[in-house]
């Protein structure tokens, strides 16, 4: 007599609350990461801060225009570089500003006084409510910040924010008890 095989019961797995939380997860993700704007991405430089006191660390995310005065070639050089938050605001300054076509894709570019100051302006012409924020070394001579806030002051920018790094160890003062 020939054996009677007993009918295999396999599982079934809905996969409905898997792809709930993936898509959950995916949208969280991307609702909280904070992505490289195009001028971060194209920097060629990095620029060690003074330390401050206050958190000045918190920069708005739109509308800004960033001075950055960084050291080249092991300190013996300075150079300016100017980049802009908002694209399409980038663009028209980049437009209204005699650069060269491959200068007008770059997020940040490298700017002698006499352009940086045609960069300063034009941005101003564009959206006069952007705001302006000075990115500068530690190390970089005073002549050189001094040059940049010259520059915001002759073209009626009075103030503006100086990019600094947190120092660190101190606490915030409300939380003292």
Same mark, same amino acid.
């Given at each position: 007599?020939?054996?009677?095989?007993?009918?295999?019961?396999?599982?079934?797995? *809905?996969?409905?609350?898997?792809? *709930? !939380?993936?898509? #959950? %997860?995916?949208?969280? %993700?991307?609702?909280?990461?904070?992505?490289?704007?195009?001028?971060?991405?194209? +920097?060629?430089?990095? !620029? =060690?801060?003074?330390?401050?006191?206050?958190?000045?660390?918190?920069?708005?995310?739109?509308?800004?225009?960033?001075?950055? =005065?960084? #050291?080249?070639?092991?300190?013996?050089?300075?150079?300016?570089?100017?980049?802009?938050?908002?694209?399409?605001?980038? $663009?028209?300054?980049?437009?209204?500003? +005699?650069?060269?076509?491959?200068? /007008?894709?770059?997020?940040?570019?490298?700017?002698?006084? #006499? %352009? #940086?100051?045609?960069?300063?302006?034009?941005?101003?012409?564009?959206?006069?409510?952007?705001?302006?924020? %000075? *990115?500068?070394?530690?190390?970089?001579?005073? /002549?050189? =910040?001094?040059?940049?806030?010259?520059?915001? /002051?002759?073209? /009626?920018?009075?103030?503006?924010?100086?990019?600094?790094?947190?120092?660190?160890? +101190? $606490?915030?003062?409300?939380?003292?008890?």
């Amino acid at each position: 007599m020939p054996k009677v095989k007993k009918k295999r019961m396999g599982f079934v797995i *809905d996969m409905t609350p898997l792809v *709930d !939380i993936t898509f #959950l %997860l995916l949208t969280f %993700l991307m609702f909280t990461a904070k992505f490289k704007s195009e001028a971060e991405a194209d +920097q060629e430089f990095m !620029i =060690v801060r003074p330390a401050a006191s206050p958190d000045t660390t918190n920069l708005p995310e739109r509308d800004l225009a960033i001075i950055s =005065v960084a #050291l080249e070639n092991d300190g013996k050089d300075t150079t300016y570089y100017f980049g802009m938050t908002n694209s399409p605001d980038r $663009e028209k300054v980049f437009a209204n500003t +005699q650069l060269p076509d491959s200068l /007008r894709m770059k997020g940040t570019i490298k700017a002698d006084s #006499l %352009l #940086l100051n045609s960069l300063i302006r034009n941005t101003r012409i564009v959206n006069p409510s952007t705001i302006f924020a %000075l *990115d500068a070394d530690k190390d970089v001579e005073y /002549r050189f =910040v001094f040059n940049v806030m010259d520059m915001l /002051r002759k073209n /009626r920018i009075f103030t503006f924010n100086y990019v600094t790094e947190k120092r660190k160890g +101190q $606490e915030n003062p409300e939380k003292k008890e």
